[in-house]
């Protein structure tokens, strides 16, 4: 369900997270883990903990704050544990779809969380399917869950290195066992996955290391590509099960939006990247203003940049709403009406008569940023002059990153001018492919799809979102 305080930003993918301590409070590091996540999925989440010999799981949709309680926590005893947060990018909306799956197995119990997305899916869900399996949701990760319960090996370590090349696209895992949580990343690394010494001993995985410092953890380090990496209390075992693809298809938007400021990612601050996207796009579009403006949060720190470069002061302009969040209550009509000034409020003292430049992250469907340039003209700024961190989105992504189609993106329809048109600002300018690498440091080694057409991994079917729902309505 979209309400009108959706902004048209790409969607976070989803967070993932695994613990193995030394205590039987795995479930409660995963609350506060998760927490620390929930940025990157708000629709639903879920903790699934095992004691050595059981595992117990409570998910449903909602924030992490909703889902979890005393009430909800107290049963979720036990060592290890995984956990998720999830907004959807294969299956739609709903607690059937959520994570973590867990199923009992000839093994013992297993249960798995996903970041990312198979683009092999519906060939993995009709071979499924044709063996007689049964499945009850929709989403990649059940298939991912049903084939590595039937995997043939003797430990859950070797089911995996049988069953990894099979599963084309972005994959990141934590897996629970009985007595032990293993994380894997997918050959090309799209999607991040990072691990860390909790201060008992165990040991912790999750999508941002701005989850692993929420939990105090140390030796803090990245999952490879390709590696499996198990942890049982105090041991840690790594195994590198598939050769890195050269090169590595990291996403590139994990610096330019999804990840929190404080995160890092292959090395390196988002925060300071995001600072020198700003200082490159002021490199290229450069223009006579009075106040440089972000559009929060994730722009902050390249509009700091980019008035560091241009000369042209900072301040705060729009201050948004952070507790909007997604809503079953119907707004008004002329609520409704009012759509993005409902997220966001302007400090009119800092525009009224004012050349503004207005710093966002990116530009998907169109329709945040011309309400923003409006809501600007509205609170007195005689220039609103856009500019965008990162190129023109003209391709869907495949691996985790809900954009829409194709044909949903503005900038694969409408030509440059065609699109200041369209938003109504005065100018508009977005970083180049070039200076947005430069910003990150690297010339290669990410996957820029989005902005380029070219996938790292040969693209076959254009899939949906819902495309397994109608068969499970």
């Known amino acids: 369900m979209k309400t009108p305080f959706d902004n048209d930003s790409p969607r976070e993918e989803c967070g993932v997270l695994a613990i193995s301590s030394v205590n039987h409070d795995a479930a409660q590091l995963s609350f506060f883990g998760l927490f620390a996540l929930q940025h990157r999925g708000q629709e639903a989440a879920g903790i699934a903990v095992a004691d050595g010999k059981q595992a117990r799981l409570h998910k449903d949709v909602g924030l992490v704050g909703q889902v979890f309680t005393p009430h909800t926590l107290a049963p979720l005893a036990g060592q290890h544990a995984i956990g998720h947060t999830r907004y959807s990018t294969t299956g739609a909306p709903g607690a059937r779809n959520a994570q973590p799956f867990l199923v009992e197995t000839i093994h013992g119990p297993l249960a798995v969380a996903h970041n990312g997305n198979l683009v092999n899916a519906p060939e993995l869900r009709e071979e499924l399917l044709t063996k007689g399996f049964g499945l009850t949701a929709s989403s990649d990760t059940e298939v991912i869950t049903l084939m590595l319960a039937s995997a043939g090996g003797s430990s859950w370590e070797t089911r995996l290195e049988r069953t990894l090349p099979a599963w084309q696209g972005a994959y990141s895992l934590v897996v629970l066992a009985e007595n032990r949580v293993i994380g894997v990343r997918d050959p090309w690394g799209f999607r991040p996955l990072s691990l860390g010494r909790l201060p008992n001993g165990g040991w912790a995985f999750a999508s941002e290391t701005c989850a692993l410092r929420t939990l105090d953890c140390t030796e803090i380090s990245e999952v490879q590509p390709g590696e499996i990496v198990t942890a049982q209390g105090t041991e840690l075992i790594r195994k590198q099960a598939q050769i890195p693809h050269v090169p590595q298809a990291r996403c590139t938007f994990e610096f330019v939006y999804f990840s929190r400021p404080d995160s890092e990612w292959d090395n390196r601050s988002v925060h300071s990247v995001r600072q020198r996207l700003g200082e490159q796009l002021a490199h290229e579009a450069a223009i006579d203003a009075d106040v440089v403006v972000p559009v929060?949060?994730?722009?902050?720190?390249?509009?700091?940049?980019?008035?560091?470069?241009?000369?042209?002061?900072?301040?705060?302009?729009?201050?948004?709403?952070?507790?909007?969040?997604?809503?079953?209550?119907?707004?008004?009509?002329?609520?409704?009406?009012?759509?993005?000034?409902?997220?966001?409020?302007?400090?009119?003292?800092?525009?009224?008569?004012?050349?503004?430049?207005?710093?966002?992250?990116?530009?998907?469907?169109?329709?945040?940023?011309?309400?923003?340039?409006?809501?600007?003209?509205?609170?007195?700024?005689?220039?609103?002059?856009?500019?965008?961190?990162?190129?023109?989105?003209?391709?869907?992504?495949?691996?985790?990153?809900?954009?829409?189609h194709d044909d949903d993106l503005i900038s694969s329809r409408l030509a440059l001018e065609e699109l200041r048109k369209e938003i109504g600002c005065d100018s508009l300018a977005f970083l180049s492919l070039e200076g947005m690498m430069k910003a990150v440091g690297k010339e290669d080694g990410y996957c820029n799809a989005c902005f380029t057409g070219a996938y790292p991994i040969t693209i076959t079917k254009r899939l949906s979102k819902g495309m397994f729902d109608q068969v499970l309505a």
């Open 296 to 404: 929060p949060d994730s722009s902050i720190p390249a509009a700091v940049g980019f008035s560091r470069v241009s000369g042209i002061p900072y301040n705060d302009g729009l201050i948004k709403n952070r507790y909007i969040g997604r809503t079953f209550i119907e707004p008004t009509q002329s609520m409704r009406a009012k759509g993005v000034a409902m997220k966001f409020n302007t400090l009119d003292e800092n525009l009224k008569g004012k050349r503004v430049i207005m710093i966002d992250d990116s530009l998907v469907r169109g329709t945040t940023a011309g309400r923003l340039v409006a809501l600007l003209r509205d609170a007195g700024a005689t220039e609103v002059h856009v500019r965008i961190t990162c190129p023109p989105i003209t391709h869907a992504c495949h691996f985790g990153v809900d954009m829409g």
